[in-house]
């Protein structure tokens, strides 16, 4: 099954709530927070500036860019109308801060138009990546900044043993959360092809025992993924849910993802 974000506005509505709901589910986790917050100060000092962020989703990260110090307005660039409709209401009350429906390989803006562009866990989404940067690059003036962030979702596991069951809920979910699986590891080679200089690059490991919620529908997702494939029947689909639940219950779950960024600057 291919990446489910790719084929975004070809979703059921159904399907796409459901994705809408995991964004905003994954927003409010502190180590996502965390991280957001790592990234955004990698920034360092902005002045008055204008960030635009490709792939916006329900705009989780962007209503924080929005109120984040030295930035005067923030644009959100989505393709879902759905996705674009749930950002508008949930981010009515910045002011500073709009949503717009478009493609990320055709963003809807003139040169040189923005200060910061940022891609938060989208590139991966986005058959023709190349075009997406090309893009930002266009978009960006002179010296501005490129942030992306993104997941080595090569890297998902819950194994806690060799031949755990578990993780084939892990290799199904790579092939349906990200178009390309491998995007991290040859990003920085992309983004200086393009022209971009890279300032810096970062990995951030990301570990769920005990508070479990997001990457369980990770799991979930996988798992059901396996069972519509025809892979599993319905019974092995809900006992690997079931599994996953009765380990967290008695302290014995096991999630990871790395996350990888790269901040680069447009040369002059």
């Known amino acids: 099954m291919s990446d489910l974000y790719a084929d975004i506005i070809n979703l059921p509505d159904d399907i796409t709530n459901q994705i809408a709901s995991v964004l905003e589910l ?3 986790d502190p180590q996502q927070q965390s991280m957001s ?9 902005l002045d008055n500036a204008k960030v635009l962020e490709i792939g916006c989703g329900t705009g989780a990260i962007a209503r924080k860019i929005a109120i984040w110090p030295g930035v005067a307005e923030t644009v959100g660039l ?3 109308p759905i996705f674009v409709n749930q950002a508008c209401n949930l981010g009515k009350e910045f002011k500073s801060l709009r949503f717009v429906l478009g493609d990320g390989t055709d963003v809807p803006f003139s040169d040189e138009s923005f200060d910061v562009v940022i891609f938060h866990t989208t590139l991966c989404h986005i058959p023709d990546s190349q075009s997406a940067l090309l893009e930002a690059y ?7 900044q490129l942030l992306i962030f993104d997941g080595d979702y090569s890297s998902i596991t819950f194994s806690i043993d060799n031949n755990d069951p578990l993780q084939i809920c892990a290799q199904e979910a790579q092939s349906i959360i990200s178009h390309d699986s491998f995007l991290i590891q040859t990003l920085s080679k992309k983004v200086t092809d393009i022209g971009f200089f890279v ?10 025992e005990n508070d479990s919620h997001y990457l369980l529908t ?29 380990r967290l219950k008695n302290g014995n779950f096991f999630g990871r993802i790395v996350y990888g960024s ?7």
């Open 262 to 268: 790269i901040l680069a600057r447009k040369q002059s």
């Open 37 to 45: 917050t790592s990234l955004l100060k990698d920034l360092g000092t």
């Open 218 to 246: 990770v799991l979930d997702r996988g798992a059901d993924s396996l069972l519509k494939r025809g892979i599993v029947s319905t019974f092995l689909a809900k006992a690997l849910k079931d599994e996953a639940r009765y």
């Open 78 to 80: 989505d393709p879902s």
């Open 26 to 28: 994954r927003a409010t």
């Open 138 to 144: 266009r978009v960006l003036r002179n010296n501005g």
């Open 199 to 208: 300032i810096k690059q970062r990995s951030f490991g990301y570990i769920s």
